[in-house]
C-alpha cells in the first residue's frame, strides 16, 4: 500500500530532516508514527501528501512512484488519501454537511451522490441529524469527527492524520481511536502521528519512531 524506500529530506536553510527512511504498510495497517518535536513526522506526511518532494529515495502508494508524479497527476492521487488535522480546518462559515461534502464538490460528484455519501459519513462518527449546525456551535470531540468524515467521505485507501487527539481528552481520544480501527476493519490504511505515548500504550499497533530524522524503530 505504502512503501519508503530510503528516503531522505533535506531543506538548504537547516539540512537533513529524513534520513534514508525506509518501511511499509500494508492495506488495512493502522500504525502510529511518533518521535520529538522536530523529529520529523510533518515532513515525512507532507512527502506522502505530494505537498514536499523528497531529495532522495523511492516512495511507492498504491503501485505508484509518488518520486517521479508529474504535478498534473497529484490532485488524481491525493484523491486516495483522506487528511486529519489536529486543528479541525473546518470552514466555520459552512455547514457540517457543507464542510464534508467539500471534496465531493471538488470531485465533481453529484448532489444527489454527495447527500448520500455525506450523509453514510456523518453516520458513521454518529453525527447525523448535525449535518445543518455550523462548526463553531459543536463541541471539539465533534468537529473533529467532522474533520474524520470530511476525510473519509470520498472511501480514500489511506487516511493521514496528523496529532487528530491533541486537544481531545483520554475518552474522547479512545473514541477517535476506535473509529480509525473500525476504518481500518474495511481495508483502509491509517498512519497517525502522535505525541500521545499513552494512547500508544493503550492499542496493540505498530509505531513507527523518528529521531532528528531517523527512523529508529518501525522500519522494514
Do not use: C, W
Not at 17 to 36: C, D, P
Not at 70 to 98: A, C, H, W
Not at 212 to 217: E, F, I, K, Q, R
Amino acid at each position: 500500500m505504502l512503501e519508503f524506500d530510503n528516503v531522505s529530506m533535506r531543506y538548504q536553510e537547516v539540512g537533513d530532516v529524513l534520513r534514508n527512511v525506509s518501511f511499509r504498510l500494508t492495506k488495512g495497517e493502522i500504525a502510529f508514527l511518533t518521535g520529538h518535536s522536530g523529529a520529523g513526522k510533518s515532513t515525512l506526511f507532507k512527502l506522502i501528501a505530494m505537498i514536499e518532494r523528497g531529495n532522495r529515495g523511492k516512495i511507492m502508494f498504491n503501485k505508484k512512484d509518488l518520486s517521479h508524479i508529474r504535478s498534473s497527476q497529484i490532485p488524481y492521487i491525493r484523491r486516495e488519501m483522506g487528511l486529519i488535522f489536529q486543528d479541525y480546518k473546518l470552514l466555520n462559515d459552512r455547514t457540517v454537511f457543507d464542510n464534508v461534502a467539500l471534496p465531493l464538490v471538488i470531485m465533481g460528484y453529484s448532489a444527489k451522490e454527495i447527500n448520500g455519501l455525506v450523509r453514510a459519513a456523518l453516520s458513521k462518527v454518529g453525527l447525523l441529524g448535525k449535518e445543518r449546525k455550523l462548526p463553531l456551535t459543536l463541541s471539539g470531540g465533534e468537529q473533529q469527527r467532522v474533520g474524520i468524515a470530511r476525510a473519509v467521505v470520498h472511501k480514500p485507501l489511506i487516511i493521514l492524520a496528523d496529532e487528530p487527539t491533541g486537544n481531545l481528552d483520554p475518552e474522547l481520544s479512545a473514541e477517535i481511536m476506535h473509529l480509525f480501527e473500525q476504518f481500518q476493519n474495511v481495508g483502509v490504511t491509517v498512519l497517525i502521528a502522535t505525541h500521545d505515548i499513552s494512547l500508544i500504550s493503550t492499542l496493540n499497533h505498530r509505531v513507527l519512531r523518528l529521531d532528528h530524522g531517523n527512523l529508529v524503530a518501525g522500519g522494514k
